[in-house]
């Protein structure tokens, strides 16, 4: 005869507590590739690659910048659209998420470009850490686009990040001996790209699932491709036309431009494409926190390179940014 065990069937009342927390375990554990681990690990590259890129576009100050813009957009595309065949990625987008990839794509192109300008015309680690506002405007958007409730703590943490970046930014530097400002535009071009790049992380983060993180760096590439060539055309033309200089829209290269341009177009691919994914894997403002790392890369590169030696002022607003900034990245998002 049987015994009680032995004719019990295999069901979930029949599990002992010990076998239904194991198997609830296996049923929540998710792939590395999955997991938010992994998207602070591609971020964490983002930021890496993105300062080296920074840096670079710094060394191209006489460089048209179309001709900047135009060949990071177009290394990306090219090395994302291998990319894309080598894994077969279906690149079609339905038509409920077409909003979200043109919205995404706009406020892409408009970070780079806005980014693009300010590295050119004012010291690279003041434009990084003008650009690092972006916390904010992703707070502000995470309220207004993805419901997220702030809490106090988060918003006092943000206003000292504001605190840090204002004695940042020394007023002697922005004023010249003569009284005029110098640089008053890639100032706030910077701002824009700030505002730019917290709007492209919200819409990226809303096409969650919806498509496919290889489609968006496509299109987006692509696209932006595309209006860069247009708008240089139209441009050179138009000036031409005029008998006015065209040195601002386009410009010679030479073998060290060449060099600097192609290397440019690679860290802008693989900030963009690990961007994209970590995106998709980790909240919004983690994202925009880690991302201003780049400011030690630009800033060591500022320094090093070009001689820049920040002063007091600007080292203990340094310290103010960066403490908040640990801080919030300790503490989890509501």
């Not at 990625?89 to 970070?111: H, K, M, P, W, Y």
């Not at 008053?184 to 071009?189: C, D």
């Not at 492209?200 to 699932?209: A, D, G, R």
Request: net charge neutral; with cysteine.
């Amino acid at each position: 005869m049987p015994s009680k065990e032995e004719g019990l069937p295999v069901s979930e009342e029949n599990l002992t507590k010990g076998e239904e927390e194991s198997l609830l375990g296996k049923e929540q554990r998710v792939p590395f590739f999955s997991s938010p681990e992994f998207g602070l690990l591609l971020i964490s590259i983002s930021a890496l690659s993105y300062g080296l890129s920074a840096s670079l576009v710094s060394l191209e100050s006489n460089m048209a910048t179309p001709i900047v813009v135009g060949s990071r957009f177009f290394g990306t595309f090219l090395f994302n659209a291998i990319a894309c065949y080598s894994c077969d990625v279906d690149l079609r987008i339905e038509r409920e998420n077409r909003q979200l990839v043109v919205v995404r794509t706009v406020a892409g192109f408009c970070s780079f470009v806005c980014g693009t300008y300010a590295f050119q015309n004012m010291p690279v680690g003041e434009a990084t850490i003008i650009i690092s506002m972006a916390p904010v405007f992703v707070a502000l958007f995470s309220i207004w686009f993805l419901g997220v409730r702030a809490k106090c703590y988060q918003v006092i943490l943000i206003a000292l990040s504001l605190g840090g970046v204002v004695l940042i930014v020394d007023p002697a530097t922005i004023i010249e001996s003569d009284g005029s400002l110098v640089n008053l535009f890639a100032s706030f071009t910077a701002i824009s790209q700030a505002l730019f790049k917290s709007l492209s992380y919200i819409y990226i983060k809303k096409s969650n699932n919806r498509v496919h993180f290889m489609a968006m760096v496509f299109w987006y590439s692509l696209t932006a491709s595309l209006i860069t060539i247009l708008f240089t055309l139209i441009m050179y033309f138009s000036l031409k036309e005029a008998g006015a200089s065209t040195s601002w829209v386009v410009s010679e290269v030479d073998r060290r431009d060449l060099l600097i341009l192609t290397t440019i177009s690679v860290l802008g691919f693989v900030s963009q494409f690990t961007l994209t994914k970590s995106t998709q894997l980790i909240n919004t403002t983690t994202i925009s926190l880690i991302r201003n790392a780049d400011i030690l890369v630009t800033m060591a590169f500022q320094i090093f390179y070009f001689h820049m030696i920040p002063s007091w002022l600007q080292i203990i607003g340094m310290c103010v940014m960066i403490v908040s900034t640990v801080v919030l990245l300790l503490t989890k998002e509501p």
